[in-house]
C-alpha cells in the first residue's frame, strides 16, 4: 500500500507520521486490496479555538475511495476516531466479501441430515402445517385447557399473535 501523509497549515512531527503510518498497517488486517492511502492533517483555528481536522482517503482495487474526515480539539483523537470509522467500512466490505449468502441453498444441510437418520443416530420426519385460522381468546383457552401443553400460541381476531399460557397458580395468563 502507498502511503501519502500531508500536513496543511501544521508542521508533521515524525511521531505524528509515524501514529499515523501505524494506523494505516492496522487498516491491513482486512485482507483488502488497498491500493494507496492518503492522509491530510490540518489545523483549524475558528473562533479563537484551535481544532484539527484528519482526513483519510483510501483507494481500493475494483472498489469506490473510501474518505473519512474527523475533527477533535485533539490531534490524535481525530486520527483515532477517522481510523476507527475506516476500520468499520472497512469491516463491513470484509463480510461482505467473506459471506456468501445462498451458496448451497441448504443441501449440505439436508445432506447431513439424511446421513445421520441414515446411520439411526435421530429422524426428522417433516410434517405438514395446519393452516391457522383466527381464533378467539375463548376458543384459545380450550384448546389449551383439553391439551398437557403449558402454552398456545394463535391469532386473534384482529390478526394479532397472542399466547396464552397456564400460571404457576392454576389461573391462565395471554400475552
Known sequence: MNISIVGKQFEL?????????NAFESLA??????????CVVSADEKQGKKGFSAE???????KDTIVIRQKDK??????????????????REHDKMTTVKGKDDGKEVRARIG???????????????ELYKPLE??????????????FYVFNDIDAKMRVIYKRADGKFGLY
Request: proline share 3%; no cysteine; aromatic share 6%.
Open 56 to 62: 483519510f482517503a483510501l483507494n481500493m482495487a475494483r
Open 115 to 129: 446421513e445421520e437418520a441414515i446411520e439411526g443416530v435421530d429422524e426428522i420426519v417433516p410434517m405438514e402445517l
Open 137 to 150: 381468546v375463548e376458543e384459545a383457552l380450550e384448546k389449551l385447557k383439553a391439551s398437557d401443553m403449558q
Open 74 to 91: 485533539d490531534l490524535y483523537a481525530a486520527i483515532d476516531l477517522a481510523i476507527d470509522r475506516a476500520a468499520k467500512v472497512l469491516r
Open 29 to 38: 488486517r482486512y485482507n483488502l486490496d488497498i491500493i494507496s492511502g492518503r
Open 13 to 21: 512531527t515524525e511521531p505524528i507520521k509515524s501514529y499515523i503510518q
